[in-house]
């Protein structure tokens, strides 16, 4: 966890913290799921007629839930994904907020999925969408330890690799989920890996 950041008692040194591009890339993979398919698009009533068996059910319903969140997605893509621009401008300001945001848009992932999963029947099912709920959670207090760095003007590099590990922590469990339910998401496109972010 990235409170291990902060157990020296020295000042964290002023110079490159790199946030990997692999992982700030990855919310646009999640993103790619989200928007290019989501088959449950029909009211909850039409999916259930539609389904038999408690696994497709537990499907659609997570699905729904997160086609709800397209949106927190495509924000949380746009807000992680401009903080290194930010940073290449020495913005600590924009830099600042755009984590901020990103906090609050990861805490909606777990809020919007957990109530889901406490209504499906099916433990495959509900560990899968379990996951992301937990991995939203696990970015949220990321990016939390980050902002709070961020505020002591003391970039971290062990506090940017936690937020790394935590978006490559979201995007495997996005992908799990997806294969979990393969009748409700579509393929998705592959990723476009950027440079990392460097805060100075």
Known sequence: MPHN???????????ITALGGPAVAALLVLVAVLLSGCSSSGSTDTVRNRV?????????LGGQAVAGLRDTFRQ?????????????????GEVKTRVTQGMWLSHQVSNTIDPV?????????????GDVATAGGRLH???SDFAAVLANGHPAQPVADSVTAALTDLNSSMDRMRRACPSVFAEPKGPQYGPPLSVR
Request: charged share 30%; hydrophobic share 35%.
């Open 117 to 129: 999963v406490d209504r499906m029947g099916s433990p495959l099912i509900g560990s899968a969408y």
């Open 141 to 143: 207090d990321s990016l």
């Open 52 to 60: 038999a068996d408690a696994d497709k059910t537990d499907c659609a």
């Open 5 to 15: 950041a902060r157990r020296s008692g020295r000042p964290a040194r002023r110079g």
């Open 76 to 92: 949380l893509s746009e807000q992680l994904d401009g903080l290194s621009p930010a940073a290449a401008r020495g913005d600590f």
